[in-house]
């Protein structure tokens, strides 16, 4: 099932969104149906009855969460691009609920960095309450796996020495276009564009900590809620964006997040 949130004439919906286009995933929307969910899209949805042919809505972030859960360095070879060696543990860090956006919104260039980068990654979400979850029991408490973008301030990062600012800025985690609850995350691929250029490209069977590891690590430190994020790291091929640029990520299997970039005004 592919999950999403739209802005409809009818107001915000949860919703399913079926059928198939002709294209790429995440794209115009013709073909699809978005079929509103009656309350929230954890455990057995039930419908409203209500549907919408996806072009003529609008898609919101997929879903909303109590907090966003990153992985840094989880790629050998983009931490060896970062000048540092691949961490024997999962490295977390976190972003706001207020960093995320949707498909097609714009990614807002702080007047204070010089360097904002794009970093294309497989995200999860979290469909229960969970705490001190097992490896092996890890797939029962995900929802679902949409694309991310966890932007980063270079130079913040850089001049901190710890991630807090150059991660947290409104608009700083792009998500969706969808949440989709069947697929496989163990060997998918990821591909970053910039202005239809190739950037990143490489396999979520390269991560450092795999998805039952991670959640395993993190739920150790901290309850996950129904509609957390976790990203699970980038690939190697970070760089920066410009005001002008559209940047796109696609995970095989999920679809494509495509967002214009733009300077904040002061």
Known sequence: MRLGRVASPDGVAFVSIEGEENGAAGGSGGGFTAREIAEHPFGTPTFTGRSWPLADVRLLAPILASKVICVGKNYAAHAAEM???APENPVIFMKPST??????????????SSQVDYEGELAVVIGRPC?????ARARDVVLGYTVANDVTARDQQRADGQWTRAKSYDTFCPLGPWIETSSDPSDLEIVTELDGEVRQRSRTSLLLHDIPSIIEWVSAVMTL??????????????????????????????GTLTNS?????R
């Open 131 to 135: 705490k001190d979850v097992p490896a």
């Open 83 to 85: 000048g540092g060696t």
């Open 261 to 265: 970039v733009a300077t904040k005004q």
């Open 99 to 112: 960093a995320i956006v949707g498909p097609n919104a714009s990614i807002l260039l702080p007047p204070s």
């Open 225 to 254: 809620l129904p509609g957390d994020v976790i990203l699970t790291g980038t690939p190697e091929g970070v760089g920066p964006m410009s005001a002008g640029q559209q940047v796109s990520v696609t995970v095989e299997g999920i």
